[in-house]
Nanobody
Framework: QVQLVESGGGLVQAGGSLRLSCAASGRTFSSYAIGWFRQAAGKEREFVAA????????DYADSVKGRFTISRDNAKNTVYLQMNSLTPEDTAVYYCGTRRVGVKEYDYWGQGTQVTVSS
């Protein structure tokens, strides 16, 4: 059974940094991508970043380019989201999800981790 477990959220001041982790299990992820999404209160879930596991190709939302970095650790089956220069607009619940490469829809999601950025 596929399982994604996020961790690393918390409260940070504006300008600070956090690193989120997404521990993945239950399938061989070499043909899959892992993505990070976020959902702020009262808003729809939005794409943040994604990485194609096998080749390491990454993609970012314009709002986080230059501030966030997605990476993976094959040995730990874990994807990270390093978030720098955080602003209050980054406050949200952050989710990781997985999809097969070439397929648009994500089929499994984690439970989410709260990130709160104070001004």
């Amino acid at each position: 059974q596929v399982q994604l477990v996020e961790s690393g959220g918390g409260l940070v001041q504006a300008g600070g940094s956090l690193r989120l982790s997404c521990a993945a299990s239950g399938r061989t992820f070499s043909s899959y991508a892992i993505g990070w999404f976020r959902q702020a209160a009262g808003k729809e879930r939005e794409f943040v970043a994604a990485i194609i596991w096998r080749v390491g190709i990454t993609d970012y939302a314009d709002s986080v380019k230059g501030r966030f970095t997605i990476s993976r650790d094959n040995a730990k089956n874990t994807v990270y989201l390093q978030m720098n220069s955080l602003t209050p607009e980054d406050t949200a619940v952050y989710y990781c999800g997985t999809r097969r490469v070439g397929v648009k829809e994500y089929d499994y999601w984690g439970q989410g981790t709260q990130v709160t950025v104070s001004s």
